[in-house]
Antibody, heavy 118, light 110 residues
Framework: QVQLQQSGPGLVKPSQTLSLTCDISGDSVSSNSAAWNWIRQSPSRGLEWLGRTYYRSKWSRDYAVSVRSRITINPDTSKNQFSLQLNSVTLDDTAVYYC????????WGKGTTVTVSS | QSVLTQPPSASGTPGQRVTISCSGSSSTIGRNNVDWFQQLPGTAPKLLIYYNNQRPSGVPDRFSGSKSGTSASLAISGLQSEDEADYYCAAWDDSLNAWVFGGGTKLTVL
């Protein structure tokens, strides 16, 4: 059974980079049938899919249009984890961030509340 | 404004049957499967229905999903107090090349 453990700071200053990591147990980040997503939730935006990475003979990434210029999702095969980097954050990036596994988003991490504030 | 449209609220009494609608477009529900998520207060969303009408292991058969054209529905029969939660639909959007969600429906059990 897949389990996800999120880590990362809960407070980020405006214009800086938000970085979160998701440790995977029960599956491999390199699995040919899995997908590894980041989703956030805020009162103003609701649930918002940010992007995903997955391996199908090679690594691929899909990103939401709203954050495409600022986001990077990377797998780390040596640590069996994947990460989120969101650059140049603003107050509007304040949200609960979830790492989520599965092509149908069937396993969710517990969520990390990230506040953007000076 | 969400790409998928859900009513903001729904309600029912214990034992009743309640349905929640989700309206999309040809690039979302019209071409792709719909998932439904349940979010209890203070917790992460949980996959309730996938591929329009499939239940993950452990989800009671009181929950069912359907899809027709560019719309989908979640039905909850034999409503229970513990069903009080927020419910979200989601689908892949071929135009945006992204997952999109509905704005959520808050279900109240009266």
């Amino acid at each position: 059974q897949v389990q996800l453990q999120q880590s990362g700071p809960g407070l980020v200053k405006p214009s800086q980079t938000l970085s979160l990591t998701c440790d995977i147990s029960g599956d491999s980040v390199s699995s040919n049938s899995a997908a590894w997503n980041w989703i956030r939730q805020s009162p103003s935006r609701g649930l918002e899919w940010l992007g995903r990475t997955y391996y199908r003979s090679k690594w691929s990434r899909d990103y939401a249009v709203s954050v495409r210029s600022r986001i990077t999702i990377n797998p780390d095969t040596s640590k069996n984890q994947f990460s989120l980097q969101l650059n140049s954050v603003t107050l509007d990036d304040t949200a609960v961030y979830y790492c989520v596994s599965g092509t149908q988003m069937d396993v969710w991490g517990k969520g990390t509340t990230v506040t953007v504030s000076s | 404004q969400s790409v998928l449209t859900q009513p903001p609220s729904a309600s029912g009494t214990p034992g009743q049957r309640v349905t929640i609608s989700c309206s999309g477009s040809s690039s979302t529900i019209g071409r792709n499967n719909v998932d439904w998520f349940q979010q209890l207060p203070g917790t992460a969303p949980k996959l309730l229905i996938y591929y329009n009408n499939q239940r993950p292991s452990g989800v009671p058969d009181r929950f069912s999903g359907s899809k027709s054209g560019t719309s989908a529905s979640l039905a909850i029969s034999g409503l229970q107090s513990e069903d009080e939660a927020d419910y979200y639909c989601a689908a892949w959007d071929d135009s945006l090349n992204a997952w999109v969600f509905g704005g959520g429906t808050k279900l109240t059990v009266l």
